[in-house]
């Protein structure tokens, strides 16, 4: 017996058996048939894989890249027979089901990786570094994995390598694949130039889900002299400890493995959690959904416990969810007020992100009114 998951074919009338890799958890598909580029053509692939049928790629890498491609573009076209969505709730249920559907179909093209997480194919590229940084020290056995996460390795690394440049850092940002990058940049220009409590600036703050450690370094960059900054995932707290230390700020942040809250209290604590109560489906979309809430609701109520006396809560949250009636304004003020929280500011921005202007999206009319607000939260006196 193994403590993985294997997948089996049948290949030259012989049984073989490899181990199956899937960031996102996903089982092993349960019907496998070998292609290449002289014997599948897109039609039958895409048959196949709907019916459920994983694809093991034995031809050349690049040709079997084009097959992902062109599967793409069948699923895309392909007319929608269902209702438009009565409302916008429906509409957000709708996106997730095609996204789901289309990362499931997708997900049947597999690629073959050896001991040294090398893949066995004519023109295949040099994963061995992508794959160490995701799945860890050399695997000394055979898998298999999708060539879509493949290529989801290959893109990481890639960002690891050239970082992404945040403003009020000082410098660029690396983020570790499953670690949210921080792509997004007006919540950052929210924590850069909302104003900070003084005591903060000598008494330390606290950041609450650091991930990357992108708000950290802000904080840090803005003088705070102590932030403990925490999360429960370790590639987060690995990927937080080399950008602190390559932004030169480590003297002045501390990580700490821990849910939510650090012990003791801080005259400022920021958050900035998943803005859409929804179930990921997938472990990179755990910094774009946080399932009931949980993140949001648990800041909210150990945030005055854990606030010195006239101390802020930092609350960044985009209003997309409410746009999509997911969470309603009186919803949210109210879980405030339950946690005996008050409003002392509220700062906003408009997005500029590209999905911002795509009129094609399915979500286009919610995101064009999406607004992203820094709540700054006090105790109720």
Same mark, same amino acid.
């Given at each position: 017996?193994?403590?993985?998951?294997?997948?089996?074919?049948?290949?030259?009338?012989?049984?073989?058996?490899?181990?199956?890799?899937?960031?996102?958890?996903?089982?092993?598909?349960?019907?496998?048939?070998?292609?290449?580029?002289?014997?599948?053509?897109? *039609?039958?692939?895409?048959?196949?894989?709907? /019916?459920?049928?994983?694809?093991?790629?034995?031809?050349?890498?690049?040709?079997?890249?084009?097959?992902?491609?062109?599967?793409?573009?069948? +699923?895309?076209?392909?007319?929608?027979?269902?209702?438009?969505?009565?409302?916008?709730? /429906?509409?957000?249920?709708?996106?997730?089901?095609?996204?789901?559907?289309?990362?499931?179909?997708?997900?049947?093209?597999?690629?073959?990786?050896?001991?040294?997480?090398?893949?066995?194919?004519?023109?295949?590229?040099?994963?061995?570094?992508?794959?160490?940084?995701?799945?860890?020290?050399?695997?000394?056995?055979?898998?298999?994995?999708?060539?879509?996460?493949?290529?989801?390795?290959?893109? %990481?690394?890639?960002?690891?390598?050239?970082?992404?440049?945040?403003?009020?850092?000082?410098?660029?940002?690396?983020?570790?694949?499953?670690?949210?990058?921080?792509?997004?940049?007006?919540? +950052?220009?929210?924590?850069?130039?909302?104003?900070?409590?003084?005591?903060?600036?000598?008494?330390?703050?606290? *950041?609450?889900?650091?991930?990357?450690?992108?708000?950290?370094?802000?904080? %840090?960059?803005?003088?705070?002299?102590?932030?403990? %900054?925490? *999360?429960?995932?370790?590639?987060?707290?690995?990927?937080?400890?080399?950008? +602190?230390?390559?932004?030169?700020?480590?003297?002045?942040?501390?990580?700490?493995?821990?849910?939510?809250?650090?012990?003791?209290?801080?005259?400022?604590?920021?958050?900035?959690?998943?803005?859409?109560?929804?179930?990921?489906?997938?472990?990179? /979309?755990?910094?774009?959904?946080?399932?009931?809430?949980?993140?949001?609701?648990?800041?909210?109520?150990?945030?005055?416990?854990?606030?010195?006396?006239?101390?802020?809560?930092?609350?960044?949250?985009? *209003?997309?969810?409410?746009?999509? /009636?997911?969470?309603?304004?009186?919803?949210?003020?109210?879980?405030?007020?339950?946690?005996?929280?008050?409003?002392?500011?509220?700062?906003? +921005?408009?997005?500029?992100?590209?999905?911002?202007?795509?009129?094609?999206?399915?979500?286009?009319?919610?995101?064009?009114k999406e607004i992203t607000s820094l709540w700054r939260l006090g105790r109720l006196v």
């Amino acid at each position: 017996m193994t403590d993985f998951p294997t997948l089996t074919w049948t290949e030259n009338h012989t049984e073989h058996t490899a181990r199956w890799r899937s960031e996102n958890g996903a089982p092993p598909p349960k019907r496998v048939v070998l292609a290449d580029d002289n014997t599948m053509n897109t *039609d039958a692939a895409y048959r196949l894989a709907c /019916e459920g049928t994983a694809l093991l790629w034995r031809g050349d890498f690049q040709n079997a890249r084009q097959m992902l491609q062109a599967l793409g573009r069948r +699923i895309d076209k392909k007319p929608s027979k269902a209702q438009p969505p009565a409302n916008a709730k /429906e509409a957000f249920h709708k996106h997730r089901q095609a996204q789901a559907q289309r990362a499931r179909i997708l997900g049947m093209v597999l690629i073959p990786l050896d001991e040294a997480f090398a893949i066995p194919l004519r023109r295949a590229p040099d994963v061995a570094a992508a794959c160490r940084e995701a799945y860890g020290s050399m695997p000394q056995q055979k898998s298999v994995v999708s060539l879509r996460e493949i290529l989801g390795l290959i893109g %990481a690394h890639e960002w690891r390598k050239k970082g992404v440049d945040v403003p009020h850092t000082g410098g660029r940002i690396h983020p570790h694949y499953g670690v949210f990058s921080p792509a997004r940049g007006e919540y +950052i220009e929210l924590v850069a130039t909302a104003p900070l409590p003084k005591a903060a600036l000598t008494d330390g703050a606290f *950041d609450i889900g650091t991930g990357t450690g992108v708000l950290a370094a802000v904080l %840090a960059r803005r003088g705070v002299q102590r932030i403990v %900054a925490t *999360d429960l995932s370790d590639t987060a707290l690995t990927c937080a400890a080399q950008n +602190i230390e390559q932004l030169g700020v480590s003297a002045q942040v501390e990580l700490q493995k821990t849910d939510l809250f650090p012990q003791g209290q801080a005259p400022l604590i920021v958050c900035n959690p998943p803005w859409l109560p929804a179930k990921p489906n997938a472990a990179i /979309e755990y910094a774009l959904y946080d399932e009931g809430s949980r993140m949001l609701k648990g800041f909210l109520n150990g945030l005055a416990e854990h606030l010195s006396e006239g101390g802020e809560g930092w609350l960044i949250l985009s *209003d997309l969810a409410e746009h999509l /009636e997911l969470r309603s304004r009186a919803e949210l003020l109210d879980w405030m007020a339950q946690a005996q929280l008050r409003v002392i500011d509220k700062h906003d +921005i408009k997005p500029a992100h590209s999905k911002v202007f795509d009129k094609a999206d399915s979500l286009h009319r919610a995101r064009s009114k999406e607004i992203t607000s820094l709540w700054r939260l006090g105790r109720l006196v």
